[in-house]
């Protein structure tokens, strides 16, 4: 049964503007690993990507769940890549009985992402 439908589109060179006004915003949009994940990426349109990415898909994952980003934190919500890349949401409100679909995309000025929250096997 789907509990909840969250989409995000996130503007890259409103991410990139943040980020060259204070890079401390990547402190808040990305959890420890998140960020590490973000400085092995060599390339600065990958790491704008990357970056939008998780706050569309952290926005679009607390959309989902009904309370936004007010109830849920950033950092209550991590987005890190499996063994074949593709993105993995976990937060720590999840239950064992919920699983998270999770797709995030990009173009050259927008990144967006979909989550789809689902309970029961």
Known sequence: MIKGIGLDITELARIKK???HNERILDRILTKSE???YES???DKRKMEFAAGRFAAKEAYAKARGTGLGKLG???IEIL???AGAPVLNSADLTEEELVFLSITHSD???AAQVIITQGK
């Open 74 to 76: 950033l950092h209550d």
């Open 18 to 20: 943040a980020i060259e």
């Open 35 to 37: 960020k590490t994940h």
């Open 41 to 43: 990426l060599t390339s």
């Open 109 to 111: 000025a927008y990144a």
């Open 81 to 83: 890549p499996n063994e």
